[in-house]
C-alpha cells in the first residue's frame, strides 16, 4: 500500500477556505496526484482540505470520506500552550518549548515523551494518544494492524492500494509521527508546505512483518511544474 499524505493549499483560517493560490496549489496537486492513480480518497472535514481534495474527486469521480478526527481545530486545541509572552501558539512554534523539548530528559522518556513534567499542565499527551488511537483504526480498516510494542505493522491484508489522506500540518506532525514510530518531540522539526505531499511505502515481508518507509516528504514537483512559487508557507524559497 502507498499512503498519500497532502496537506492542505494556502488557506484563510477564518474562514475557513482556500486562497485563490491555494486553489491553484490544489489543482497542481490533483494532475500530479492522477499520475498515481489515487484508489480512494479521505480527507479533515475541515472546508480547506476538501477543497484541496475536490479537485482530484473530481477528475476521478470518487467520494471524498471526511473524517472529523483529522481536523485541525482538535489538534490546535490539545497542542497549543500560553506561551511566555501570554499568546496562545502550537507548542512546537514555542522556542523555549523547543529548546526544552532538545534536552535530555525529554529524549530519554522515549515514547513516553508526554508524561514528562514539561507537558503536564499541557493537552499534548491526551491529543496525541487520541490521535495515534484514530490513526491505528484507520491503518487498521486498510489492512495494517500497528504493534506499538515492537514498533512494526502486521499486514492483515496486504494490498497495493494508493491512499490519499488530505490534512493539516499541525494534525499531520502527530499523524506522521505516529506512522513512523518516530517520538513526537523529535519529529515536529519536519515542516511541510502547503500542498506538500509525502508518500509512505506499506510492504510486508514473508511474515507479513511490515516496517513502513518514508518515500518521500512534502514534495512539491507539482508546484514546479505548473510554475507556481515554491516558497515554504510563503516564506522560504525552497
Wanted: aromatic share 12%.
Amino acid at each position: 500500500m502507498l499512503l498519500y499524505f497532502l496537506r492542505h493549499g494556502d488557506p484563510i483560517y477564518d474562514p475557513d477556505q482556500l486562497t485563490e493560490k491555494g486553489k491553484a496549489q490544489a489543482e497542481a496537486l490533483s494532475r500530479r496526484l492522477l499520475l498515481s492513480q489515487i484508489d480512494e480518497i479521505y480527507a479533515s472535514s475541515s472546508v480547506r482540505a476538501c477543497q484541496t481534495a475536490q479537485p482530484l474527486a473530481d477528475k476521478l469521480h470518487k467520494e471524498i470520506h471526511k473524517m472529523d478526527w483529522c481536523h485541525e481545530d482538535l489538534a490546535h486545541r490539545d497542542f497549543s500552550i500560553t506561551d511566555e509572552d501570554g499568546q496562545r501558539r502550537w507548542f512546537f512554534e514555542s522556542a523555549s518549548f523547543l529548546r526544552r523539548m532538545g534536552q535530555n530528559d525529554v529524549a530519554q522518556m522515549g515514547f513516553e515523551w508526554y508524561r514528562h513534567p514539561l507537558f503536564a499542565d499541557t493537552k499534548c499527551g491526551e491529543g496525541y494518544l487520541r490521535i495515534a488511537r484514530h490513526t491505528d483504526e484507520f491503518l487498521a480498516s486498510l489492512g495494517y494492524l500497528h504493534d506499538t510494542q515492537n514498533h512494526c505493522y502486521t499486514a492483515t491484508e496486504p494490498n497495493e492500494r494508493r491512499i490519499a489522506l488530505f490534512a493539516h500540518g499541525g494534525f499531520g506532525r502527530a499523524f506522521l509521527a505516529h506512522v513512523m514510530d518516530i517520538p513526537l518531540p523529535y519529529f515536529v522539526r519536519f515542516m511541510n508546505n502547503h500542498s506538500g505531499m509525502t508518500v509512505i511505502r506499506f510492504s510486508a515481508f514473508e511474515d507479513g512483518i511490515t516496517f513502513p518507509k518514508l518515500l518521500m516528504f512534502s514534495g512539491d514537483g507539482h508546484l514546479y511544474k505548473e510554475g507556481l512559487p515554491t516558497t515554504f508557507n510563503n516564506g522560504i524559497l525552497l
